[in-house]
């Protein structure tokens, strides 16, 4: 065949090409930018994207994570507070972080967590002291057994491996359980969401004398983390907290600098 000579060359050369590819370390390998496209090098995203994040730097309520004046606890956390000890953001759920957190969960994006789970533990980068710290354990939001399937994966567990790796702590995937499988809360008006999460969670052991870190990747009313901390109260934790990657802002609060 005529051909043949030809395809073999391109293929000699295809496979000396791969072969050098493989000797290269995965880490060291170049990409592009998630959002942009440009060349990142060896990150998820580029040095002006990365700025272009909407960091949560303002002074927050110590217990819901949402802006506040100097800091100290708002008033709605005075009137009723959360069954969360305090909780901590890193960045605001806007654009273009809502398109890198939505690539994450629904586009299997599992690069990410990594990213993320830095970011995250960066907020006490030696290994978790801060205000509400030494934490005992991690516990990830777990999803329903039926959600996970459909998924493939609990993303607050692959952030919460990449914090625990940082800090050094245990991650708990056991004894706290979702038992009830209900409507996605991001498909609910946000004065729903209480409801429909309700007894959602289940404690299969003891957590008494705990301090037990709750991880999740975005925090909006947060009925969802409220009441898995009702849960491990409930199992005699003695403080839980939250830490999640975004906080999503009322819109009254959106427009703030």
């Not at 000797?23 to 990142?40: F, H, M």
């Not at 057994?145 to 702590?169: C, Y």
């Not at 003891?206 to 709750?214: A, S, T």
């Amino acid at each position: 065949m005529p051909g043949l000579p030809l395809f073999r060359n391109a293929l000699d050369r295809l496979l000396k090409r791969a072969s050098r590819l493989l000797s290269i370390p995965l880490e060291e390998l170049e990409q592009d930018c998630l959002l942009c496209a440009s060349p990142a090098k060896r990150e998820i995203l580029c040095k002006a994207c990365e700025a272009d994040l909407p960091r949560l730097d303002e002074a927050c309520c110590p217990r819901c994570a949402l802006p506040s004046p100097q800091g100290l606890l708002c008033g709605r956390c005075l009137a009723r507070p959360p069954h969360f000890d305090a909780a901590r953001a890193i960045f605001r759920y806007e654009f273009p972080l809502d398109r890198l957190v939505q690539s994450f969960k629904y586009g299997h994006r599992l690069a990410l967590a990594g990213y993320f789970g830095r970011a995250m533990a960066s907020l006490y980068p030696h290994g978790g002291e801060g205000i509400d710290f030494p934490i005992d354990v991690l516990v990830p939001l777990p999803l329903h057994p039926d959600r996970l399937r459909e998924r493939g994966f609990n993303q607050s567990l692959e952030l919460a491996k990449v914090v625990a790796s940082a800090w050094n702590l245990p991650v708990d995937i056991d004894h706290c359980k979702r038992i009830r499988n209900t409507p996605a809360q991001a498909d609910l008006p946000w004065k729903e969401r209480g409801g429909n999460i309700r007894n959602a969670f289940l404690c299969s052991s003891d957590f008494e004398g705990k301090r037990v870190l709750i991880i999740d990747d975005v925090m909006t009313t947060g009925a969802s983390l409220g009441e898995c901390a009702r849960a491990m109260k409930r199992a005699r934790a003695t403080w839980v907290g939250a830490l999640v990657l975004a906080r999503a802002l009322p819109r009254r609060l959106q427009a703030l600098p």
